[in-house]
């Protein structure tokens, strides 16, 4: 038997693209807290766009290294349902908020999968993302899917570099729990286009 594939948009910045994503079928929003990405939302912008969201979406709020107080500050203003962890946290600092979290690992050539996703057992998820020397993650780049775990325990997310024309065969060699895509569906930082969108989830759906 097999599963529907589930969907994050990630670097919502627009309550119009939220609910485009929403009736598209987007199961989880992404709102990235990095200050330094062009994707930033400000937690009163993400409150705002939260309040106006119809029911069973999950909210993900993203963070970067950030200050445990910065994360708990946020969580005062936004009411998220999942954290995402996307920078060198440790598994005792994710596993320090209340809420579930996923895990992003970068697939930096040499990394040890199977041992980081052991190190982060505690997780909801795990995040797969491309590698880049600058960037910590939105870099519209893949990586080797032929790299993809085989048997973690875990719900493994795909992500990077993910677009309506790629993410069909993405599917079928990976077989994720969930998409997350960004990028892909852009068309310009954090812009969503209805379109794309919705060509996106037409490829999943046919995957
Ligand atoms: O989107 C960003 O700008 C970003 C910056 C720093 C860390 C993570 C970031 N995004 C994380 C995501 O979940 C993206 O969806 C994921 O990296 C895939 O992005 P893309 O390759 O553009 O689809």
Redesign the pocket.
Known sequence: MSYRTRV?I??ITRLEDALDAVRLGADAL?F?F?P????YVAPEKAAEIIARLPPFVTTTG?F?DADAQQVRDVLATAPLGLL?F?GDESPEYCAGFRQPWIK?LRMQPGLDVAAKIRDYRDAAGI?L??WHPQ???????TFDWRHWPKHSGLSLIL????TPENVAEAIHLTQPYAV?????V?LG?GLKDFTLMQAFMAGVNAA
């Open positions: 994050k990630c670097g992404g990235v990095y330094p990405s062009p994707r993203l970067v995402q996307h992003a995040l993302d491309a960037l910590k993650g939105g870099t519209g780049e992500a990077g570099g993910l997350d895509v960004s990028g892909g852009e930082k």
